[in-house]
């Protein structure tokens, strides 16, 4: 299994909200990724899990949370978002041990009300 | 932080040629990867060249890397029609960090 599966694909949800997105990988893989994409930019890197412990967070407001509960899931909590947060967030995967490739899931696209 | 520079921004081809996109960053690196982007899905890996690579190829990739120029670029022959995307390079500089480039959108007509 070389995929990585994101879920919702689509959310929309109001400011006063807390929702949470999911990411799930069967590779193996014990760095896990969510990064942020606005429309027409390049991905931007959030946060990195590494063996299961938050090894890299890129200054990312309070207001996103990361969850790592085991190798395979990652989690992306949210509350109290902003409209400027609306944005297709991209969860990835590769080895820890080796400079290689990241796998990336399919996106999840998120609008703030 | 976006490290890498990509040129030209976007692409028009006909089917069939060839297209070449170029990227540019500023601190070492240990490997360059090019990925592909479908409007509005997740990026697909395409080709990695460390750096003490010149030049990689895979299908109809080809990917050269110049450390001394800092720069590399991602040639795609024989193009189709599935190859309309956006191009990102991006530089592995260490500690799980990859660094974008801005992305080349890259289209090809029937």
């Known amino acids: 299994d070389t995929e990585v599966t994101q879920t919702p694909k689509h959310l929309v949800m109001g400011m006063t909200n807390k929702k949470s997105l999911k990411c799930e990988q069967h590779?193996?893989?014990?760095?896990m990724y969510w990064y942020k994409q606005k429309a027409k930019k390049p991905p931007e890197l959030m946060f990195v899990?590494?063996?299961?412990?938050?090894?890299i967070n890129e200054s990312v407001p309070s207001r996103f949370s990361p969850e790592c509960p085991n190798s395979s899931l990652l989690n992306l909590h949210l509350h109290a978002l902003q409209p400027e947060d609306s944005a297709l967030y991209l969860c990835?995967?590769?080895?820890?041990?080796?400079?290689?490739?990241?796998?990336f899931g399919p996106g999840t696209r998120l609008t703030v009300l | 932080s976006q490290q890498g520079e990509e040129d030209p921004q976007a692409l028009s081809i006909q089917e069939g040629e060839n297209a070449t996109m170029n990227c540019s960053y500023k601190?070492?690196?240990?490997?360059l990867q090019w990925y592909r982007q479908n409007s509005g899905r997740g990026l697909v890996h395409l080709i990695l060249?460390?750096?003490?690579?010149r030049e990689k190829h895979s299908g109809r990739l080809r990917v050269t890397l110049d450390t001394s120029k800092k720069s590399s670029s991602l040639l795609i022959t024989a193009s189709r029609a599935a190859d309309t995307a956006s191009y990102f390079c991006?530089?592995?500089?260490?500690?799980?960090?990859?660094?974008f480039g801005a992305g080349t959108t890259v289209t090809v007509r029937a």
């Open positions: 990835a995967s590769s080895h820890a041990s080796t400079r290689a490739e990241q796998f």
């Open positions: 590779m193996g893989h014990r760095a």
């Open positions: 899990y590494s063996y299961e412990k938050l090894s």
């Open positions: 601190t070492s690196i240990n490997n």
């Open positions: 060249i460390r750096s003490n690579e």
């Open positions: 991006a530089t592995d500089g260490g500690d799980y960090k990859l660094s």
